[in-house]
């Protein structure tokens, strides 16, 4: 493939791109929410189509010149129904978080009674969280998983929807590493007559390739980004049942947003693309092999895992038995090399700026050709730095062992600015 050259004309724009390139090239990047997409979707996110506003619907556009961008959404909307077979799909959505919004405006009044993971045990902020707009507009309970194992509490969630009586309930979270039980979600939300939306944002990779559960067949809304395991761009999709279908467009647009991006379309419909080609599913095996192998050598190094293990890309670490904060080991990988983010692990006392977890996740580093063995080594990386977090010179001498190691796994080799 030719180099891509964005020929940048600006010396400290080109600057601060390079340096981002290289972070990227030369550092293990294991935030769960984080992956590599291919250069296919790079070159088609920067298309024309960053010129085009087509605020509407495929054939129901407010501007003219559509045509294309009709063509390009219609395209999206295809290959997303057919890899997941829903019955409706909103490809306009900026990023998850604004899907979550568009799905609560679809079937909520304010004050409306929700129920949703706790973010202290895995969930989202976007599930009730006091901080966010889901838990400044709505009437919040959460539930969470048990003590005992760190599995979800489904006693706990069917007493908790019976007492609440939520008009929603949300499965689905952004730290927890398991396979989650949506028919028994739906017995639920049934139950007490809730609407069910499951927000699929870190599974939805694997849920393509048949290796998690799917929740399209049971919930009335699925929400997820792109850019996780479905190794898109950064954005949004909303799948839905066919009698909620104009109740979400219409939250999407004219409700929240205003025109789509439809250069990010045109990317999600490239990466929706390359999911649909055999190889995806050997790729979303794989990341699941590499989370399963990281989390055996970290394990039998002595690190106590969430739930002692996981289902899915995703780890967490809990920390307490180390007397180790999130923050001190983020910051101490950070300089070792490693990428991955502080987090709350069940039942943590830290706060939220500090926690006493970590997060890893294995789909960025998968995509650049990682295999089994080589998550031993990356797990050698993490149990070395974290023998040792507060001495920097030893840091920096892990840190170059990494910079040396990635060099067999090029990054965009053909990329430049």
Do not use: W
């Amino acid at each position: 493939m030719p180099s891509i050259d964005h020929n940048c004309p600006d010396p400290q724009l080109t600057d601060i791109l390079r340096r981002e390139l290289k972070r990227q090239r030369v550092k293990l990047e294991m935030i769960a929410s984080e992956n590599f997409v291919s250069e296919a979707v790079l070159r088609v996110g920067a298309s024309v189509f960053t010129n085009k506003y087509a605020e509407g619907y495929p054939d129901n556009r407010y501007y003219g010149g559509c045509e294309h961008a009709d063509e390009l959404e219609s395209l999206c909307q295809a290959r997303i129904r057919k890899i997941f077979n829903c019955e409706h799909v909103n490809v306009q959505p900026h990023c998850g978080s604004s899907a979550n919004m568009a799905a609560f405006f679809a079937v909520l009044n304010p004050g409306d009674p929700i129920l949703g993971m706790s973010l202290a045990h895995g969930g989202h902020l976007t599930h009730g969280a006091p901080v966010n707009f889901s838990g400044r507009l709505y009437k919040t309970e959460f539930y969470g998983v048990r003590e005992d194992n760190e599995l979800i509490d489904y006693d706990e969630l069917l007493a908790k929807a019976e007492s609440h009586r939520p008009k929603l309930i949300i499965a689905g979270g952004s730290a927890y590493p398991r396979t989650i039980d949506f028919e028994r979600f739906r017995e639920i939300a049934d139950r007490v007559k809730a609407y069910l939306m499951v927000d699929m944002a870190h599974f939805a990779g694997l849920v393509a390739a048949g290796l998690f559960p799917s929740p399209v067949p049971v919930a009335d809304i699925v929400t997820t980004t792109t850019h996780k395991t479905l190794r898109g761009p950064r954005g949004g999709l909303i799948l839905c049942r066919k009698s909620l279908a104009k109740a979400i467009d219409d939250q999407i647009f004219p409700g929240i947003q205003g025109g789509p991006l439809m250069h990010i379309v045109a990317a999600k419909a490239a990466a929706l693309g390359e999911a649909l080609e055999p190889e995806f599913i050997d790729y979303q095996r794989q990341i699941v092999k590499n989370a399963q192998r990281l989390a055996t050598h970290l394990a039998d190094s002595g690190f106590r895992l969430v739930s002692g293990g996981t289902d899915t890309h995703l780890i967490l670490v809990d920390l307490r038995p180390k007397n180790l904060t999130g923050l001190a080991a983020e910051r101490a990988l950070d300089k070792a090399g490693v990428t991955a983010n502080k987090n709350a692990v069940p039942f943590d006392r830290q706060n939220y700026a500090v926690t006493s977890g970590l997060r890893f996740g294995t789909a960025a580093l998968t995509t650049r050709g990682f295999k089994e063995r080589d998550m031993d080594q990356v797990a050698e990386f993490i149990v070395e730095a974290l023998r040792r977090p507060d001495e920097d010179g030893y840091l920096t001498k892990i840190r170059q062992r990494v910079e040396a190691f990635t060099q067999a796994f090029p990054l965009y080799p053909n990329l430049d600015f």
